[in-house]
């Protein structure tokens, strides 16, 4: 209703300057008084690479803008899930999110192809495919739920610990309560490895582990270094047994006021964010991982127990694939092979 009003009271103003200025031979400008404001909700903390990231976006932005657009940033989950944002999103009640493509599966069910297991060889090969017509068009799919996907951002390759005992091969995590990210595809790989895996939200990880509600979870080097996890786990595997995207997405509900030239300023300043946030990421998790085997058991895979995980995990690419589409796994699958033979 503010926002109303403000137009309101914009347009107002503009009806008096326009004749004027058309009077003085120039075009007329656009009007300049309306700012916009921009929260952005994060799960992860204010030490994360997420978060500076987001801080890096809020200075192109606020500096590009000349004020016209300001954000402020809010971290450690304190405004709900990736889920909970997104609905946020939908219905314009928080202007921008990040989460991690595994919770969106629901809103956009091709999402789901993010999820499988090895799927990714490399960094450089998942933002291949990210940045690829097959990324673009599950970023563009957003749009009829509502929100505007402005682009891949990185999360990283993902690393299980737990509290229990040295993990090397899936023998070694038989029975023991994992929580997964909220995807069908995430609890099955699990499953298939013979773990007994929970859905849970971001935000309810740490005091399940220290409660002992679960002994184990999977994420990058740098969530688990930053979110103080070794506080309540005592082993790391060097899994890397999926590439984990994020989204950077803003409610198309708010996009829509936007003039165009301030939606041209936010869709570059995400892109450079991006390539800002993938760089960040990828060095923190290199050197977290090390800083690690200061304060746990970190745990490197030879050749062979790495294989033992890929082909135990294997069955939920057929079980999911009609969930997921066959032809949408095949041109990911596709696309990482015309990223391998350029190597
Ligand atoms: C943060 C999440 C998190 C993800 C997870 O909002 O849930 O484990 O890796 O980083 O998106």
């Given at each position: 209703m503010r926002h109303f009003a403000k137009a309101l009271a914009v347009v107002a103003i503009a009806a008096l300057l326009i004749p004027s200025m058309a009077f003085a031979g120039g075009q007329a400008e656009p009007a300049e008084a309306e700012t916009f404001h921009i929260d952005v909700g994060l799960?992860?903390?204010?030490?994360?690479a997420q978060y500076a990231s987001v801080e890096y976006f809020k200075e192109l932005v606020e500096e590009r803008s000349d004020g016209r657009i300001t954000v402020a940033i809010y971290h450690?989950?304190?405004?709900?899930?990736d889920r909970e944002m997104m609905e946020d999103l939908q219905v314009g009640a928080l202007e921008m999110t990040c989460p991690s493509t595994a919770p969106m599966v629901g809103f956009v069910?091709?999402?789901?192809?993010?999820?499988?297991?090895?799927?990714?060889?490399s960094y450089d090969a998942a933002y291949y495919v990210l940045d690829s017509e097959i990324g673009q068009d599950l970023l563009d799919q957003l749009e009829d739920v509502g929100i505007i996907g402005l682009a891949y951002w990185c999360n990283g390759f993902r690393h299980l610990t737990n509290s229990r005992r040295e993990v090397?091969?899936?023998?070694?995590?038989?029975?023991m309560r994992l929580r997964t990210m909220e995807s069908p595809i995430h609890l099955g790989a699990w499953e298939a490895a013979g773990a007994n895996p929970t859905p849970m939200a971001f935000g309810e990880l740490f005091s399940a582990m220290q409660q002992g509600v679960v002994d184990g979870q999977e994420n990058p080097w740098g969530t688990i270094y930053l979110q103080s996890f070794p506080e309540v786990q005592d082993y790391a595997t060097d899994t890397g047994h999926i590439y984990s995207p994020f989204v950077f997405m803003i409610s198309k509900i708010f996009w829509d006021t936007l003039p165009a030239d301030l939606q041209e300023i936010i869709e570059v300043a995400a892109v450079e964010a991006r390539d800002h946030n993938r760089e960040l990421n990828q060095r923190w998790n290199n050197e977290f991982r090390e800083q690690l085997k200061d304060v746990m058991t970190v745990t490197e895979l030879t050749m062979d127990e790495r294989r033992q995980w890929q082909e135990a995990v294997q069955p939920v690419y057929d079980r999911f694939a009609d969930q997921i589409g066959e032809d949408l796994i095949q041109a990911v699958q596709d696309t990482v092979a015309e990223w391998e033979a350029m190597q």
């Open positions: 799960g992860l903390n204010d030490q994360s450690s989950s304190a405004l709900g899930d069910s091709g999402y789901q192809v993010y999820d499988l297991p090895f799927l990714f060889p090397r091969v899936p023998a070694d995590v038989q029975g």
